[in-house]
């Protein structure tokens, strides 16, 4: 099974800061990497597939990239409405895979 | 609009059985493969189960137990749930794949998910 390691698990930033978050992959799985966001008590919502192609409707505030099987997902100028619980997820080969979450609290 | 409703949670015994349902509107259903993805209560997202229009795969957690089905003529998804244990407490979440036929395995939109909870 592809492991996904996430990090960090928190961040505490301000409005307007530049977020980071960063996805490992415990083997090769090319681009085959989403993003999601969770509000709480909402379901998930993508963000970014294929490591960097932002899904339609989603703010440009929002890039991923990816350097070998480090993925990284940026936010810039954080907005309120920011402030979730961000996954990775390897859509490369079965069982389907998630990292353990980051949640971007308000410092 | 795509839409997915999900139905069927609830309080169950452990050793005992539940079927999830979810109704998509708003796209070619048989077109696109179909996901359940489950959210234990404060955990983090776990793939359960996927169905396309050839292939069937389970999450090692519920391989046995668990039974994914599709009826693409009601445009339904359906999880035969057996054997139910507590861990297995969480929100089921109807998803579909972002992309058609043969599938990204990525997942938009979600369902707003149904709640199974397993206790005695």
């Known amino acids: 099974d592809i492991q996904m390691t996430q990090s960090p698990s928190s961040v505490s930033a301000s409005v307007g800061d530049r977020v980071t978050i960063n996805c490992r992959a415990s083997q090769g799985i090319s681009t085959w990497l989403a993003w999601y966001q969770q509000k709480p008590g909402r379901a998930p919502k993508l963000l970014i597939y294929?490591?960097?192609g932002l899904q339609s409707g989603v703010s440009s505030r929002f890039s991923g990239s990816r350097s070998g099987t480090d993925f990284t997902l940026t936010i810039n100028n954080l907005q309120p409405e920011d402030f979730a619980t961000y996954y990775c997820q390897q859509a490369h080969s079965f069982p389907l895979t998630f990292g353990g979450g980051t949640k971007v609290e308000i410092k | 609009e795509v839409q997915l409703v999900e139905s069927g949670g609830g309080l169950v015994q452990p050793g005992r059985s539940l079927r999830l349902s979810c109704v998509g509107s708003?796209?070619?259903?048989?077109?696109?493969?179909m996901y359940w993805v489950r959210q234990g209560p404060g955990k983090g997202l776990e793939w359960v189960a996927s169905i396309s229009s050839n292939t069937i795969e389970y999450a090692d957690s519920v391989k046995g137990r668990f039974i994914i089905s599709r009826d693409n003529a009601k445009n339904s998804l359906y999880l035969q749930m057996n054997s139910l244990r507590a861990e297995d407490t969480a929100f089921y979440y109807c998803?579909?794949?972002?992309?058609?036929?043969?599938?990204?395995?990525?997942?938009?939109?979600w369902g707003h998910g149904t709640l199974v909870t397993v206790s005695s």
């Open positions: 294929a490591a960097s």
């Open positions: 998803v579909k794949d972002k992309d058609y036929g043969l599938g990204s395995y990525m997942f938009d939109p």
């Open positions: 708003g796209f070619n259903f048989g077109d696109y493969a």
